[in-house]
């Protein structure tokens, strides 16, 4: 199933990614822009919020019960003829001290497949040459490119996941091991065979967020006639789902079973790495939390969301505070999470333990981090520093932890000067 392509139409139309203010294209009648950048202030910016908001939540509400997304969702989508088109799978696992992170990227405009499959430990990195493989060509193949290989088992419940080549040995700041200064960097030779198994029905960000904090977010927003067309013009849609991966891992000679907390991610449609200044997401697991945020800050809105897996189920965040320990041209050493959510609030802390920076095709740069992830106000132990190692049991620390993904992007271009007048 992972190479064939999706033809079947729903006649509601696909729900996108980010909500959409009304159905039809927005009149040109400039009464009806909202712009919050002529910002009246006191009563009249209030009651001009106030009115975003409530379109935005009538508009997030109005949302089709039915199912989606659909068993042929997962299959392949066709290439609608955008030269920025693409369509990816991305796989995260983690457990204790190890995180595996598999992603493959159609790009039909370039007819080419962008590859990951990176292994992160807190002493070592293990990835692709340059953290990441552009391979041309081969648009037939489906989803098993470059070695890496990912096939539908049942949709929206199984997948497995396999890769059989070489990888390179990177330290923890993600920076390639050479034996002497000019020498190739080291490789070791890899074997993954992994299944994914769904715990959860899909969440599709933007829309199964949750409508109160959408609201307010969209009620903020500097959003006109404008930018709802770019908008409907521009969707990317797509789902993640939380489940477990299990299976083994073989580096080398050391071979080490895996079994951990895992998200599959699902998008297609126009990617802009550059879209957004600046953008977050992680999964963290802690104890039996799995938690997944998302945050991204455009010039006219900020937007964030995500959920709470508890062992009575899955809630969407209500609320969420973020903040990080940044470091110059390096991933943050902490990101704090603040999140509101039925059951109870919790807070956590993540701290960096390894990182790799991708540059992604120029417009954005990309820093992900293993995080080993405490309950708020704790205080991790210091950092070890050892040799890479893989395999062997994990050693408890005495302060309960879990661990995760963090994923930060930012824009590299400038943005253009808005035209006045």
């Not at 199912?67 to 299959?75: F, H, L, S, V």
């Not at 992994?194 to 029905?201: E, N």
């Not at 210091?382 to 993904?405: D, M, N, S």
């Amino acid at each position: 199933m992972s190479g064939r392509d999706s033809h079947s139409e729903d006649p509601r139309g696909p729900r996108p990614l980010h909500p959409h203010v009304g159905l039809a294209e927005p009149p040109d009648d400039p009464g009806l822009e909202l712009r919050a950048d002529l910002a009246d202030p006191g009563l009249s910016g209030l009651l001009r919020r106030g009115v975003k908001a409530a379109i935005a939540r009538w508009a997030v509400l109005r949302r089709p019960a039915a199912e989606w997304p659909r068993p042929q969702d997962e299959a392949r989508h066709a290439w609608d003829g955008r030269p920025h088109f693409a369509e990816d799978f991305v796989f995260v696992g983690v457990q204790p001290e190890l995180a595996v992170l598999a992603r493959l990227e159609w790009l039909p405009g370039r007819d080419a497949h962008r590859v990951w499959l990176t292994l992160f430990t807190p002493t070592a990195i293990y990835c692709l040459p340059g953290g990441q493989a552009l391979l041309r060509g081969d648009g037939e193949r489906g989803w098993s490119v470059g070695g890496l290989s990912f096939d539908c088992v049942e949709p929206l419940r199984t997948w497995t996941l396999r890769y059989r080549g070489a990888l390179h040995v990177h330290d923890p700041r993600g920076r390639p091991l050479r034996p002497a200064g000019d020498a190739p960097a080291e490789s070791i030779e890899a074997r993954l065979d992994l299944t994914f198994l769904a715990g959860l029905l899909p969440f599709v960000p933007g829309t199964d967020d949750d409508p109160d904090l959408l609201a307010r977010q969209l009620g903020a927003a500097a959003w006109d006639t404008r930018l709802l067309r770019a908008v409907r013009r521009h969707p990317l849609r797509g789902y993640v789902q939380a489940g477990d991966l299990h299976g083994t891992i073989t580096l080398g000679r050391d071979l080490r079973a895996f079994g951990g907390a895992a998200l599959r991610v699902h998008n297609w449609g126009v990617r802009d790495w550059g879209a957004s200044d600046a953008a977050m997401q992680c999964f963290a697991t802690l104890g039996p939390l799995r938690t997944y945020v998302h945050t991204a800050r455009f010039p006219w809105v900020s937007l964030s969301g995500g959920f709470v897996q508890r062992p009575g189920g899955v809630v969407p965040i209500r609320d969420l505070g973020v903040t990080q320990e940044r470091r110059p041209g390096r991933a943050p050493a902490r990101t704090g999470l603040a999140v509101e959510a039925p059951g109870g609030p919790l807070a956590l802390e993540a701290e960096t333990v390894a990182e790799l920076p991708l540059d992604m095709d120029g417009r954005g740069h990309l820093d992900i981090a293993l995080v080993r992830v405490h309950a708020g106000g704790e205080r991790p132990p210091p950092a070890r520093a050892e040799g890479p190692r893989l395999v062997g049991p994990a050693r408890p620390h005495e302060e309960p932890h879990g661990w995760g993904l963090c994923f930060t992007q930012r824009r590299l271009l400038p943005r253009p000067t808005p035209r006045t007048g």
